[in-house]
């Protein structure tokens, strides 16, 4: 399978500021392996929602795939128990 191309929604960098150092590197690298592989092991499609999950400890990655366009769009990044939350 080709490379995807990673993009970024605006809101993301807020939501990173937040998370601690070390949990970041975690979730940075974690991303990065959506680049070779958009639905890893693991990951979970969203009822309702064209989205999907991914979680990387207390924190959950949640992105939408576009195979048309070859490109992973990362939708917010947070706390387990506020990431679903509106």
């Given at each position: 399978m080709a490379?995807?191309?990673?993009?970024?929604?605006?809101?993301?960098?807020?939501d990173l500021?937040?998370?601690p150092n070390p949990d970041l590197k975690r979730i940075?690298?974690?991303m990065r392996t959506?680049?070779?592989?958009p639905r890893?092991?693991?990951t979970e499609k969203l009822s309702g929602e064209?989205?999907?999950r991914l979680r990387q400890g207390n924190y959950r990655i949640l992105?939408?795939?576009?195979?048309?366009?070859?490109?992973v769009v990362i939708v917010k990044v947070g706390h387990?128990?506020?990431v679903y939350r509106r």
């Open positions: 490379s995807c191309k990673l993009v970024f929604k605006k809101s993301v960098a807020k500021r937040t998370i940075l690298a974690r959506l680049a070779k592989d890893p092991p693991g064209d989205k999907y992105y939408t795939v576009n195979d048309a366009d070859i490109c387990r128990r506020e």
